[in-house]
C-alpha cells in the first residue's frame, strides 16, 4: 500500500507529495543526470585538441561528424530504449561513456578524438530520449506526473551546479595531471552506472513494461513512431520549436563558447569563471520554470526564450567584454527557463501507448541534424574570421524560423490537430496533459503546472 507524506516536496500545486516509489525515481534521477552529463573535459577541449596539434577545421569537422552520428543513432537507440526498457538502455549508455571518456587518454591525436567524439555520440543517444521517457513513465505510473516538470529542471539545476564546482578546478587538476579532466568524466559515468543499477523497474501503467521484447518489435515501433508524427501536426510542430532552442544553446555554449571569449580579448585563464557564472544563471533558472507569468502559454513561452537567446547572441557584437560576460549568463538563463519547458511539451504531446523513447529519438534526430549543419557554417565562418556575421546570420535565421512556425500555429488545420489531441487525452485519460487547455491557459495542461 502506497503512502503519501503531507506536503508537497516538488512544488507543483498539488496538495500530496510524490510516493516512495517516485521519489526513488526523481532521486536517482538527479544522480544519474548529474554524473552522467559531467563532462569535466567541457571547457578545454578546444584548447585541449589544439595542443594535441589539430586545426580548427580538423576540431568543427569532427564536431560536425559527432552530430551525424548522434542522429544516424537516435533512431536505432529509440528503439532499443522501447524493447529492452529505458532502464537497460540507460545502464548501456553509462558504459559506453565510461569508455568513450578514456579513448582520449589512451589517443590524444585526430583519429582518438574522433573515435572518442563518436563513442560520446553513442552512449548520449542511448540515454537521450530513454532518461526522460523513464523518468516520465515512471512518475505517472505511480500517478505523481505533476511532478514531472520541476523533477526535470531540478535534475537539470542539480547537474549544472556540479559544473559550476567542478570546472574551475580543471585547470590546477590538468597542472597535475594533463588527462585529468578525462579520466575524471570516465569516473563520473562509472558512478551514473551505479544509479541506473538501482533505478526501479517500471510497472504496468507507466507506458510499456520497462525490458519488454518481442520479435520483429523494432521495425514495428519505428512505423508507429514515424505514423505518430505523421498524423499529429501538434506534436511535429513542438518538435520543430525545439530545434531553435537546442541549436543556438549547443552551437554558443559547447562550439563557439571559447571563441567568443578570445574574440573579445577575455584571456584564457579567466574562461572558467566565465562558463561557471553561466553555468549557476542557467541552474537558477532550470529550477525554477514555474517563475514564468502563467499569461503566456509554454509554447508562447518557448517562442519567446528563443526570441532572446537570438537577440543576445546580436548583442554580443555590439558589446565589450564585460558586456558579453552579461549577455552571456543571460543567454544561459533563457536556455534554462526553455529546456523543460520544451521537454514537457514534446512529452505531453506524444499520443498514448506510443513509442516514447521512439519519439524522443526523431526530436533529438532533427536537433542533430540541424547542429551539423550549423557546425559546418560555424568552422567556415571562423576560418574566414567572421564571428561577428556568424552570430547575426543565427539570430536572423532563428527569426525567420520562428516567425514560419507563428504562422503555422495560427492556421486553421493546425488549432484542429490541437483539438485532436484534446479528444485523444480526454479518451485515454492516461495522465495526458488537454493541450487546448494549454494553448488558452487552463490550469490543468502545461501552464497551471509552471506554478508552484
Given amino acids: 500500500m502506497r503512502t503519501r507524506p503531507g506536503r508537497p516536496h516538488f512544488g507543483t500545486g498539488a496538495d500530496a507529495g510524490p510516493t516512495d516509489t517516485a521519489r526513488r525515481i526523481i532521486r536517482l534521477n538527479y544522480g544519474f543526470q548529474l554524473l552522467f552529463n559531467l563532462l569535466w573535459w567541457m571547457p578545454v577541449f578546444y584548447a585541449y585538441q589544439k595542443a594535441a596539434g589539430l586545426s580548427d577545421g580538423q576540431i568543427f569537422g569532427i564536431q560536425s561528424i559527432y552530430y551525424v552520428a548522434f542522429c544516424l543513432l537516435e533512431i536505432p537507440t529509440g528503439l532499443i530504449a522501447d524493447r529492452i526498457g529505458t532502464r537497460n538502455c540507460l545502464r548501456a549508455g553509462a558504459v559506453v561513456m565510461t569508455a568513450a571518456n578514456l579513448i582520449p587518454v589512451v589517443s590524444a591525436s585526430y583519429t582518438g578524438f574522433l573515435l572518442h567524439f563518436l563513442a560520446i555520440a553513442a552512449g548520449r543517444s542511448l540515454t537521450s530520449g530513454a532518461a526522460s521517457a523513464y523518468l516520465y513513465d515512471g512518475l505517472r505510473a505511480e500517478k505523481c506526473d505533476e511532478h514531472y516538470l520541476r523533477a526535470e529542471g531540478t535534475a537539470r539545476a542539480l547537474g549544472l551546479a556540479a559544473k559550476v564546482v567542478a570546472w574551475p578546478l580543471v585547470g590546477p587538476l590538468m597542472a597535475l595531471a594533463h588527462p585529468a579532466p578525462y579520466v575524471l568524466s570516465a569516473a563520473s559515468a562509472t558512478g551514473s552506472l551505479v544509479c541506473a543499477v538501482l533505478l526501479p523497474r517500471l510497472a504496468k501503467g507507466g507506458g510499456r513494461v520497462d525490458g519488454g521484447r518481442r520479435a520483429g518489435a523494432f521495425l514495428r515501433d519505428a512505423g508507429t513512431a514515424l505514423r505518430c508524427v505523421a498524423s499529429s501536426r501538434w506534436l511535429a510542430l513542438v518538435m520543430v520549436q525545439g530545434v531553435a532552442v537546442f541549436t543556438l544553446s549547443r552551437i554558443c555554449q559547447v562550439n563557439l563558447f571559447q571563441p567568443i571569449l578570445l574574440h573579445h580579448g577575455i584571456a584564457e585563464s579567466s574562461h572558467g569563471g566565465v562558463l561557471a557564472a553561466m553555468t549557476v544563471a542557467e541552474a537558477v533558472a532550470s529550477a525554477r520554470p514555474q517563475w514564468l507569468s502563467r499569461r503566456l502559454p509554454p509554447v508562447a513561452w518557448v517562442s519567446v526564450l528563443s526570441l532572446a537567446l537570438a537577440g543576445t547572441l546580436a548583442a554580443m ?127 490543468t495542461g502545461a501552464v497551471g503546472r509552471l506554478r508552484g
Avoid: M
Avoid at 526523431?362 to 564571428?387: F, M, P, Q, T, W
Avoid at 546570420?393 to 484542429?416: C, K, M
Fill in 317 to 443: 557584437t555590439l558589446g565589450g567584454p564585460w558586456a558579453v560576460v552579461g549577455l552571456l549568463c543571460l543567454f544561459a538563463a533563457a536556455t534554462g527557463f526553455a529546456f523543460p519547458v520544451q521537454r514537457k511539451l514534446v512529452n505531453d504531446a506524444v499520443p498514448a501507448h506510443a513509442p516514447r523513447a521512439t519519439l524522443l529519438s526523431v526530436e533529438s534526430i532533427v536537433d542533430r541534424a540541424v547542429c551539423a549543419l550549423a557546425a559546418i557554417a560555424a568552422g567556415a565562418y571562423l576560418s574566414a574570421g567572421r564571428l561577428d556575421a556568424l552570430l547575426w546570420h543565427s539570430a536572423l535565421a532563428t527569426a525567420a524560423l520562428l516567425g514560419v512556425f507563428q504562422l503555422l500555429l495560427h492556421s486553421g488545420e493546425i488549432t484542429r490537430d490541437r483539438r485532436g489531441e484534446q479528444t485523444v487525452a480526454d479518451g485515454t485519460g492516461a495522465g495526458r496533459t488537454d493541450v487546448a487547455d494549454t494553448e488558452d491557459g487552463g490550469d
